[in-house]
C-alpha cells in the first residue's frame, strides 16, 4: 500500500505570500500518476494538478507542481484570498489503486 | 461543458439498502471511467472504487469491496453507487467524479459531481 503523508498538516500564511505544500509517498510514485486538489467548506474537491507538474484547465499560473519519486510539491507563488482551503495530493498505481494525502488546511494568518 | 449532476441527499437507518446516482452530460459519457470517493464528516477523502462506462468493468478499494456495488446504465448516461445493508458508519458525503489520463490507466479525477449526503441513523 502506498501511503501519502502531506505536510504541514495545517498552515497559515498571509495574502501575497508564498506557500510550499509537500506530499510525501511511502513508495516511488511516477509522476504521471500524481495529483492535486483543492476543497473548500462545502464545496466538492477541483483538480488543480496532474501529472504532478500539469496545470489542469482554469488553473491560475500561481499555482504549480514539481517533484519525482516519493517527494512531491506544490506551491503557491502568492496567495490570493481564494487559495485558502484544503489542499489534498493524490496518486494511480498502488493498492489501492488510488489513494489521497490527509490533506493540508491552508488558513489565513 | 462536462457536468456530473448527483441524486439527492438520503436519510436512512441502519439495514435499509440505498442506491444514488450519478448523471453524466456535457461529454461521450463512455469515453470516461468514472469514480466514486467517500468523505466521513471532517475527514479526508477515500477512493472506493471505479467503472468502466462501456462495458461496466470495475475495480474497488479492497476496503469497500462486498459492501458497496457500483453500476452503470449507459443508456441514460448514469452511474450508481448501491449499498444493499446500511450501516451508521456509511454516514458520509460521495462523490462522483470522471478520472482523465486514458482509460485504464487514467490517474487523475478531473470533473467532479456536487456530491451527495448519505446520513444512517436509527
Known amino acids: 500500500e502506498i501511503v501519502l503523508t502531506q505536510s504541514p498538516g495545517t498552515l497559515s500564511l498571509s495574502p501575497g505570500e508564498r506557500a510550499t505544500l509537500s506530499c510525501r509517498a511511502s513508495q516511488s510514485v511516477s509522476s504521471s500518476n500524481l495529483a492535486w486538489y483543492q476543497q473548500k467548506p462545502g464545496q466538492a474537491p477541483r483538480l488543480l494538478m496532474y501529472?504532478?507538474?500539469s496545470r489542469a484547465t482554469g488553473i491560475p499560473d500561481r499555482f504549480s507542481g514539481s517533484g519525482s519519486g516519493t517527494d512531491f510539491t506544490l506551491t503557491i507563488s502568492r496567495l490570493e484570498p481564494e487559495d485558502f482551503a484544503v489542499y489534498y495530493c493524490?496518486?494511480?498505481?498502488?493498492?489501492?489503486?488510488?489513494?489521497f494525502g490527509q490533506g493540508t488546511k491552508l488558513e489565513i494568518k | 461543458e462536462v457536468q456530473l449532476v448527483q441524486s439527492g441527499a438520503e436519510v436512512k437507518k441502519p439495514g435499509d439498502s440505498l442506491r444514488i446516482s450519478c448523471k453524466g452530460s456535457g461529454y461521450s459519457f463512455t469515453s470516461y471511467w468514472i469514480t466514486w470517493v467517500r468523505q466521513m464528516p471532517g475527514k479526508g477523502l477515500e477512493w472506493m472504487g471505479r467503472i468502466d462506462p462501456s462495458d461496466s468493468y470495475t475495480n474497488y478499494n479492497p476496503s469497500f469491496q462486498g459492501h458497496v456495488t457500483i453500476s452503470t446504465d449507459k443508456s441514460i448516461s448514469t452511474t450508481y453507487l448501491q449499498w444493499t445493508s446500511l450501516k451508521a458508519s456509511d454516514t458520509a458525503m460521495y462523490y462522483c467524479?470522471?478520472?482523465?489520463?486514458?482509460?485504464?490507466?487514467?490517474?487523475?479525477?478531473?470533473?467532479w459531481g456536487q456530491g451527495t449526503l448519505v446520513t444512517v441513523s436509527s
Open positions: 493524490q496518486q494511480y498505481g498502488g493498492s489501492p489503486l488510488y489513494s
Open positions: 467524479a470522471t478520472l482523465g489520463g486514458g482509460g485504464f490507466t487514467s490517474s487523475w479525477m478531473r470533473d
Open positions: 501529472g504532478a507538474s
